[in-house]
């Protein structure tokens, strides 16, 4: 029999699936840690940031570090919900990824980003470790899309953003004085 009608050949019901592979495992596993972030520049950059700094605008940027803190949220909880939600219905760029800009936040509207952020990307790092989600499977919805190409999308867009926030820090000068 050859490979081919070997491949295609009907799994009898109640067969036992194989596991995945290795291969397959740290492939998991690599997409996982990508998810959390680059080893190099962590969500960590957060931490300690100076609560009377948070409305500030840096010198020649529109926004602040809550405003950029929120878009990187909002954006990411986008990404979840267009693979897990079957009724997503598509925001508007930019207005629905970026908080107003006159719009300001406190000491607890900062702190529920944060988690907010934090529990998304945990659930996005579940979806990547899973291995009953095939990570090259289409979208459901959006048969153009796979759900490894959504995690590295949301990887991406956190990991740029994540740095961008570093920067904003050193220029606005709010970093711990022990760093």
């Known amino acids: 029999m050859s490979r081919a009608k070997a491949r295609a050949k009907p799994k009898k019901a109640g067969a036992k699936q194989k596991k995945a592979g290795p291969k397959k495992d740290a492939v ?3 997409v996982r840690a ?23 605008r840096p010198p020649n940027v529109p926004y602040t570090p809550w405003h950029l803190l929120e878009h990187i949220r909002i954006t990411q909880r986008d990404i979840l919900e267009y693979i897990e939600d079957p009724e997503y219905r598509l925001s508007t760029w930019p207005d629905d990824y970026w908080p107003k800009p006159d719009r300001q936040a406190d000491a607890a509207a900062w702190k529920k980003t944060v988690a907010d952020f934090r529990r ?5 790092e579940k979806i990547a470790a899973d291995p009953r989600v095939p990570l090259g499977s289409a979208l459901r919805y959006a048969p153009q899309h796979t759900v490894i190409r959504e995690l590295l999308i949301a990887s991406e867009h956190n ?6 926030l570093a920067i904003l820090r050193q220029v606005m000068g709010t970093w711990p004085a022990r760093r």
């Open 34 to 56: 990508l998810v959390h972030g680059p080893s190099y520049m962590t969500f960590d950059v957060v931490a300690d940031f100076p609560m009377e700094h948070i409305n500030t």
């Open 120 to 124: 998304d990307r945990a659930a996005l």
């Open 28 to 30: 998991r596993a690599e």
């Open 159 to 164: 990991t740029y953003h994540i740095g961008e």
